[in-house]
């Protein structure tokens, strides 16, 4: 709805800036990254996204196109919110958290306050393809080559998991201790799924 604001920086903290655009000053919600990137001169153009919500409509800026795609694609993830996809910017620069989901990198993710290891996880399911496309990025992570991983694979979609999202879970479980067992990547994948 508004794509950018061109016009005066009125106030700038670290979490909001105030445009004055021809005498209407809006707030709008920032990162830390973005907060970075923004000098101090007076005239600022800014990219916005503005959400809509039954008891507020908020208005967040980015400083750089890159910036606000991996925030709508963050709020496509559920549970994630737009305070928490701009708290995830603000803890990780955009390109880094590009790179993790791409890669599946899980620790990277879930070292950010306020994310847990279920909520990494369901980032990476979600983004990881759609990342890779949106930035031409080829899969960063492991192959599958463990015999394990490819009978609790195989068991999963016997009990009705579809392959690809399970696939990614069964990968991250790999990765952190490639000498598990069948069982326990069936029980592990179980609890993340």
Not at 54 to 80: P, Q
Not at 89 to 104: M, Q, T, W
Not at 170 to 188: A, D, R
């Amino acid at each position: 709805m508004i794509a950018f604001l061109k016009g005066r920086l009125v106030e700038k903290t670290p979490t909001d800036i105030i445009i004055d655009c021809n005498g209407i000053g809006y707030q709008v919600h920032i990162s830390l990254h973005s907060y970075s990137l923004i000098k101090d001169a007076e005239a600022i153009q800014i990219y916005t996204y503005l959400q809509i919500k039954e008891d507020a409509h908020i208005l967040y800026g980015f400083m750089d196109k890159v910036e606000r795609e991996l925030f709508k694609l963050l709020l496509s993830v559920s549970g994630i919110g737009g305070n928490t996809a701009r708290n995830m910017l603000s803890y990780v620069a955009p390109k880094d958290l590009i790179n993790a989901i791409a890669s599946n990198d899980v620790k990277t993710i879930q070292s950010i306050k306020g994310i847990g290891l279920k909520t990494a996880q369901r980032v990476i399911i979600d983004l990881q393809e759609k990342v890779q496309k949106l930035y031409g990025l080829e899969d960063l992570s492991a192959p599958l080559n463990n015999t394990n991983a490819e009978e609790a694979l195989s068991a999963l979609e016997v009990l009705g998991f579809v392959r690809k999202a399970t696939e990614k879970v069964v990968k991250n479980i790999v990765q952190q201790n490639p000498e598990v067992t069948v069982e326990q990547i069936i029980k592990s994948a179980l609890k993340s799924l």
